[in-house]
């Protein structure tokens, strides 16, 4: 397994199939690809693998997954890798795709950390696209510093007094996640009802974390790090609360950037297949949450099956005397 990070110049890489995202529907493909003889190439904006589930909810309990009762995200994600590990995939991380130019029997990727990918196929798995997390208003200068906007690594924050603001799963999900190892919890909302699940709402309230309805972040401080929160309601009420990490899960902004300049004709911002996962562009597939056909339904499991359906029809697009049928994996 090879992994090559942005650096604004370079690398080149050759490959049988670029695979753009690295989620859990783009890693599965990587997997399945190098099953079939594939070489691949996984190229990806985000700094690491694993997409929405490790950026969003890494240590959230995922129970639809065959084979797994019950699967934490960040372990469904590392299982991934170590089964597309098998075969070597290259990873480009914090490499996002610019451009995708046909070339005589293949297609060459651009991305904005300087590399150049050419494959004989593509296939998107780029989730919803872009996802751009909304800034907290206040103490935007504390990035990095403190406040941040994904838990990645539940234990950086040991030890630590945390603020969550928001009111929607994540938050209260990384707010009950984080009680156990953080010093102290406070979770902030500007309003007094929560969008997130009922019974995780009742976890909330049920747990030592502390809840503040309705109160927004008025002001972050520290001279360096930072080292406390101020909170105000809106009846004029304000709380100093210490803290050493914000945690700001607003939600995110979706955006398919430049998806939508690569010719593939879209629905319901989504990139539209046929049944054998085919874009309406030569060499180009998809699968997962981006790509879109009559009754699609958007599940984890049903994204396996479908890079697994589109990279047994591209090994037919890279040669044509090859079988769409893979034969079992017992016998590889």
Not at 39 to 52: K, N
Not at 261 to 275: A, K, N, S
Not at 277 to 297: L, N, Q, W
Request: charged share 20%; hydrophobic share 40%; net charge negative.
């Amino acid at each position: 397994m090879t992994a090559l990070a942005a650096t604004g110049s370079g690398p080149e890489v050759s490959a049988d199939l670029l695979i753009i995202g690295a989620g859990p529907t783009g890693l599965y493909g990587a997997y399945y690809a190098g099953f079939r003889g594939m070489s691949v190439a996984v190229a990806d904006a985000l700094p690491e693998a694993g997409g929405q589930i490790a950026a969003l909810y890494p240590e959230k309990l995922i129970f639809d997954v065959a084979g797994f009762p019950a699967v934490r995200g960040q372990e469904l994600v590392d299982r991934l890798r170590e089964q597309a590990g098998r075969w070597s995939p290259t990873y480009l991380l914090g490499h996002g795709v610019m451009g995708l130019d046909d070339t005589s029997g293949g297609i060459v990727a651009t991305t904005d950390g300087g590399a150049r990918i050419t494959a004989g196929a593509v296939l998107v798995c780029g989730g919803i696209g872009n996802f751009i997390p909304r800034e907290l208003p206040a103490g935007s200068e504390y990035l990095g510093r403190g406040l941040r906007y994904f838990v990645p690594r539940l234990d950086e924050l040991t030890g630590q007094d945390v603020v969550v603001v928001g009111g929607g799963d994540s938050a209260l999900d990384w707010a009950l996640s984080l009680e156990p190892i953080a010093s102290s919890v406070t979770l902030v909302h500007r309003r007094t009802r929560f969008r997130a699940h009922e019974r995780t709402v009742e976890q909330v309230h049920t747990s030592s974390v502390r809840v503040l309805t309705p109160y927004e972040v008025e002001k972050i401080s520290g001279d360096g790090p930072l080292s406390g929160v101020v909170v105000a309601c809106s009846d004029g009420d304000r709380i100093d609360l210490p803290a050493q990490a914000v945690v700001a899960a607003l939600g995110f902004i979706a955006d398919l950037g430049p998806i939508e300049r690569w010719g593939l004709e879209l629905r319901r911002r989504r990139i539209l297949v046929d049944p054998t996962m085919r874009t309406s562009r030569e060499r180009v597939f998809a699968a997962g949450d981006i790509a879109d056909y009559d009754g699609k339904v958007g599940l984890i499991s049903i994204g396996f099956g479908e890079a697994a359906l589109a990279v047994n029809h591209i090994a037919t697009v890279l040669d044509p005397g090859r079988s769409i049928t893979p034969g079992h994996s017992s016998d590889a």
